[in-house]
């Protein structure tokens, strides 16, 4: 029965990603039109950073609340007040230490000021709506999370619509649009969490000791897999020019839809992972998805690959052109990602060992030597194969601890 729950829930998942895909790709050619590449570019770094705050605020929360709530549904209550006011905490930190270095070193952003403490207002609810988010996957609502999710971006375009008709699309008005569908997506999450519980329950500095184990493992592979992820934007920021840094970010951003099959599936399978007991039977599931996955996700990149010239063009306009070639490089990089993604999901429900961390690292200080030493002198080109070995090198450190993973577990 589970193998059939799990499947419908992947398909409702994509689905609903594939509307969400096109929904973003609708919002993403407003604002690409709108801003134009340098002021695209601007946009994209200040949402980078709203996203690194939060994964540097959340500490391993996100993927424990997902663990725990799943294994026992009576820590709801606790883990959603606890994550209210972690978030609050937190944020007055981090917003904080972004606003410091700013202001001591403010040629490491290069970001307009009143733009930036804008973009530090929405770290608490960006940090909230991922905690909060998690919680309703983690009791199963997976398919009441996607339509929220689907609603919520609807809302967004049409707000987009409107200002574009009305008024003048700016960098500004595109970011509050961004900060105010993430309030609205907390809002409407929390009042469904809220008629979950019926009994009482109060913050519980136990239970968030508890978690903190767990959570502070996946703290730190998610953020050097983040900055994997991410910090190439920061390297062509800061090297290159204002056109090359839009011409990466929307590259970045393409691949990102691309990315959404594997979330998905990860985001599903690590739910089921976390309520099995047996490890057998986590590694048969995991194996099964991977192997069709595998298959089906290579096809797909390869179609992306034949029409990414023609897609990006008609989308976003010749201006993006010298996007495509980047595009075409990451793709090859997302491939291996896209795997590891569930291998990791698997290797994360067998008591995250240590070891996930430390590949990432690998990966995070090669990219960085490489980016730092070659960028100058190589360009654009060189940024994306970089991130391609680093994504190729986790995905063969993820294998062999799979292999490692199971074999301890049948002796």
């Known amino acids: 029965m589970f193998k059939s729950e799990l499947v419908s829930n992947i398909l409702h998942s994509y689905s609903s990603r594939i509307i969400l895909i096109v929904l973003g790709l609708l919002g993403n050619v407003i604002i690409t039109r709108s801003l134009g590449v340098e002021n695209y570019g601007t946009y994209t770094l200040l949402l980078t950073i709203i996203a690194i705050a939060t994964q540097f605020g959340n500490f391993g929360l996100h993927s424990a609340n997902i663990y725990y709530v799943a294994q026992k549904k009576m820590f709801l209550g606790m883990l959603l007040k606890n994550s209210i006011w972690f978030s609050f905490f937190i944020s007055l930190i981090v917003g904080f230490i972004i606003y410091f270095l700013n202001y001591h070193y403010p040629s490491i952003l290069n970001i307009e000021p009143d733009l930036l403490y804008l973009a530090l207002i929405f770290i608490p609810i960006s940090l909230m709506s991922l905690l909060v988010k998690n919680l309703l996957v983690g009791i199963g609502e997976i398919k009441l999370d996607n339509r929220l999710t689907v609603y919520i971006r609807v809302i967004t375009i049409l707000a987009l619509v409107s200002i574009v008709t009305f008024y003048n699309l700016d960098v500004k008005n595109a970011l509050v649009i961004f900060g105010f569908s993430l309030l609205l997506g907390l809002i409407v999450t929390y009042i469904k969490l809220k008629k979950e519980i019926t009994y009482r329950y109060k913050l519980s500095l136990k239970l968030l000791k508890k978690i903190s184990k767990f959570g502070f493992k996946a703290y730190l592979s998610a953020i050097f897999a983040f900055l994997v992820l991410k910090s190439d934007l920061f390297f062509v920021n800061y090297y290159l020019i204002k056109t090359d840094l839009g011409h990466y970010s929307l590259a970045v951003s ?152 199971r074999n301890l577990h049948v002796l």
């Open 254 to 405: 393409f691949i990102d839809y691309i990315y959404i099959l594997p979330v998905v599936i990860g985001t599903v399978l690590f739910q089921k992972l976390s309520s099995l007991k047996k490890n057998d039977e986590k590694y048969n599931l995991m194996k099964k998805i991977t192997i069709v996955f595998s298959g089906v996700y290579f096809l797909f990149l390869v179609c992306i690959y034949f029409l990414s010239e023609y897609l990006i063009t008609f989308l976003y306009g010749e201006q993006f052109s010298d996007s495509v070639i980047l595009v075409n490089l990451l793709l090859i990089g997302i491939f291996f990602m896209g795997i590891n993604t569930l291998f990791q999901q698997y290797i994360a429900t067998t008591g995250f060992p240590k070891e996930l961390i430390y590949y990432w690292i690998v990966a995070f200080v090669v990219n960085v030597v490489i980016n730092i030493n070659f960028i100058e002198t190589y360009g654009l080109e060189l940024v994306a194969i970089s991130t391609i070995v680093a994504y190729f090198l986790v995905f063969i450190f993820s294998f062999f601890k799979v292999i490692k993973q």
